[in-house]
């Protein structure tokens, strides 16, 4: 099965497809397959900028560019107004288990 993972112990929070279960995070699924998760998460990026790098970049990336990341690596969105979006996502998410 595969999950989207929101990673609540990031300061600032990415937002990924996963297999794994682990105890830290928040996670939406599970889908039936990775194509699922792939349209999902391209929805939810249309609707509100997140992060889904692994380590944060020196310098703001092609997502960023196209309005997709709010650029948290150049500290051009505060932590308070990153976690905003991460809520209104979290919150509006129907299919949590």
Not at 52 to 58: G, T, Y
Request: hydrophobic share 30%; aromatic share 12%.
């Amino acid at each position: 099965h595969v999950y989207i993972k929101v990673s609540t112990e990031d300061e600032y929070p990415r937002i990924f497809m996963t297999r794994d279960l682990e105890k830290s995070g928040k996670y939406f699924g599970p889908f039936v397959s990775t194509e699922a998760v792939r349209e999902t998460l391209k929805v939810i990026r249309r609707i509100w900028p997140y992060r889904s790098c692994k380590n944060l970049p020196k310098k703001v990336c092609l997502y960023y560019q196209i309005n997709k990341c709010p650029g948290m690596c150049e500290e051009r969105i505060s932590k308070k107004d990153y976690q905003n979006i991460i809520k209104q996502i979290i919150n509006n998410n129907s299919c949590s288990p």
